[in-house]
């Protein structure tokens, strides 16, 4: 079971988890916080032992055994609401990778938009949505799933899972991954409100496929090219011969 008391002890922030919500069971946590009507704390996290519904992208499951992993969603409003969503997405998945190599000293890889790999197999992934009121925006979610200690895998995958219990071959602390996770993303979103380009340049910087030959499922169709770069809103810029193209979303394999 998860200790909140040790998770706690670690947490540094002023916002980000300090309305701190623990569930056994609940259908998804971004469920959870989207559905809320009461107004909950800027930064609330909501933390399950097991997700009934848990919802990847693309409205893939996501699956995860009780109590050996990470499962949760942190809440943004207020100044939040003023960043950019892609760049929080980026952010999100940095504060993970960096938790796990500062805490692990694994060395992790960031797949473009969001997924956290540790040798080519998927750790972390992360889901980012948000709701409206009228034309407002009114919150965002990120939701992230982390395996921690969790060594079995059964169904097909796009991307093998891996956890860090596998790579580490010992349990992995789940109570100071969270809060060395939650310390590390206040801060990234402290350097968006300041500048985004630090944050993409940090992106940038761990993400070994920029540079490679890619092949990017967009749902629709499949395109391949040179992962060229990232631009100012965090989408993908793909090159094919001279020909430059913006991908908003979609998943990416090197080829
Ligand atoms: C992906 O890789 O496709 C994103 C997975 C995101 C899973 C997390 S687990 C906590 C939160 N609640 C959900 O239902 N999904 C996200």
């Known amino acids: 079971m998860f200790n909140i008391e ?9 916002i980000i988890g300090r309305n701190f919500i623990y569930s056994e069971t609940i259908d998804s946590t971004n469920s959870f916080l989207l559905g809320n009507e009461q107004k909950l704390a800027n930064g609330t996290v909501i933390l399950t032992e097991y997700q009934e519904n848990g919802r990847g992208r693309f409205k893939r499951p996501w699956e995860s055994n009780k109590g050996e992993n990470l499962t949760f969603s942190i809440l943004l409003r207020k100044k939040y609401l003023m960043l950019n969503p892609n760049h929080i997405n980026l952010a999100a998945s940095l504060a993970v990778s960096s938790a796990i190599e500062n805490l692990f000293q694994l060395k992790t890889d960031l797949k473009w938009p969001n997924d956290v790999l540790i040798k080519n197999k998927k750790v972390s992934g992360i889901l980012l949505e948000s709701s409206t009121k009228g034309s407002k925006l009114e919150k965002i979610v990120v939701g992230i799933g982390i395996n921690v200690n969790q ?3 059964d169904g097909e995958f796009k991307i093998q899972p891996t956890s860090i219990k596998f790579e580490l071959r010992r349990e992995a602390n789940r109570e100071r991954l969270l809060s060395e996770i939650l310390n590390g993303f206040e801060e990234l979103l402290h350097s968006l409100e300041e500048s985004p380009k630090k944050v993409l340049d940090e992106w940038r910087e761990n993400c ?3 540079g490679e030959r890619i092949t990017i499922d967009t749902g629709t169709e499949k395109k391949s090219g040179v992962f060229y770069d990232i631009d100012a809103n965090g989408f993908m810029i793909l090159k094919s011969g001279e020909e430059i193209e913006k991908i908003t979303s979609g998943d990416v394999f090197v080829k």
Not at 6 to 14: A, M, P, R, S, V
Request: proline content about 0%; cysteine-free.
């Open 208 to 210: 070994r496929m920029i």
């Open 151 to 153: 060594t079995k895998y």
């Open 6 to 14: 040790n998770f706690d002890i670690k947490l540094e922030t002023g």
